[in-house]
Nanobody
């Protein structure tokens, strides 16, 4: 069973940057489209970005131009570089297979506040 561990969250001021990491156990990581999701307080979990096995990417309109998703299939790792962060980006960030097909990890909290 795949286990997902997110890391890299923290508190930053508006305009600053963070890079999130996702470590996936198991040997099936490289063949699937992966995704980052986020859940703000009191809201549903939303899709942020996706990346195919060959690194084609798509982004939610709210993060397009500011966030970059990437992956390292050899290391079973996925990343989310977040630049020019805004208070509305405050949320717990999760990684998963696209569609949320694997058990969810604990996520990593990103807080953007002055």
């Amino acid at each position: 069973q795949v286990q997902l561990v997110e890391s890299g969250g923290g508190w930053v001021q508006p305009g600053e940057s963070l890079m999130l990491s996702c470590a996936a156990s198991g040997n099936m990581f490289s063949i699937y489209t992966m995704a980052w999701y986020r859940q703000a307080p009191g809201k549903q979990r939303d899709l942020v970005a996706t990346i195919t096995s060959s690194s084609n990417t798509n982004y939610a309109d709210s993060v397009k131009g500011r966030f970059t998703i990437s992956r390292d299939n050899a290391k079973h790792m996925m990343y989310l570089q977040m630049n020019n962060l805004k208070p509305d980006d405050t949320a717990v960030y999760y990684c998963n297979r696209n569609g949320g097909m694997w058990p969810w990890g604990k996520g990593t909290l990103v807080t953007v506040s002055s």
